[in-house]
């Protein structure tokens, strides 16, 4: 199938090369945008088709379903361009970046200069810049003299540098807000602690304050216990006083001693009385 409209030729005099130089340099210091990406659609067989009818009217997601719906009857690099320029102007880069990837197949070299130059201008839209500087420099290399390729070659390096310049201020203002948030949490485990250690304190003193209203308490019950147990006492005393106490084996055998001298001793005296009255008697009969 052939490619029947391909994109303009730039022919460039001195001095529109020195008006490009000064816009160039002007647009870098500014930071402006990317120059104009080559969005034309490719077209093929006789005339313009319904995609590139709907591209032209501005008419993008008509013309992305357009060229979806080709592609799905068959792989062609030319709807498969045609429907990543749609997409880049819907807004949606990641997706043109893989459809300009699937049309890198095209072998006219203008072609695939076109497909190198917008997929640094897509890759760039959506912030792969390294990725997008490397597609610059291919596509320089088809085409050495472009000067919108070498002014967005420029621009993205530039870029770069001025990310790499921020990227030690972000990671210090990181962490600073790292550090930050390390002493919240820190303060607020401390807090916590502190709080655990007041409630600890308060319940120990709760404690101790109920210990000393009990602590009269037990020693007047104390008090009252040897005080009884001294009344008691007492009057055991007195009732073993009252009370006949149990003699032991010893003191039994000498009571009955003593009971067994007493009578004989009693046996022994009556015996000398009676002999006494004898006699006297005896005397008297004389």
Known sequence: MSLLKNMRPRTTSMRSIGALLGRL????????????????????????????????????????????????????????????SALHKAGDYDQSVRMFEQSLSVKNPEKKFQVMYNLGNSLAKAGKLKESAAFYRRA????????D????LELVQRQMKQQ???????????????DQQQQQQNQQQQDQKNQEQQNQQQQQQDQSGENREQQPQDQQQGQNQPQQGSRDQQEQQQKQGTQPQPKSLDEQEADQILNALRTNQDKVMKAQIQKRLKKVQTEKDW
Do not use: F, V
């Open 25 to 84: 340099a002007s647009r870098i210091l500014a930071g402006s945008l990317l120059l104009g990406c080559i969005l034309t659609p490719w077209q093929w067989a006789a005339g313009a088709d319904q995609g590139e009818q709907a591209y032209d009217q501005g008419k993008y997601q008509q013309a992305i379903q357009y060229y979806q719906q080709l592609l799905k009857k068959r792989d062609m690099p030319e709807a498969s361009y045609n429907l990543g």
């Open 140 to 147: 320089l290399e088809l085409n050495p003299g472009d000067m």
């Open 149 to 152: 390729t070498k002014y967005n």
């Open 164 to 178: 790499q310049k921020q990227s030690p201020q972000s990671s210090q203002d990181n962490k600073q807000q790292q």
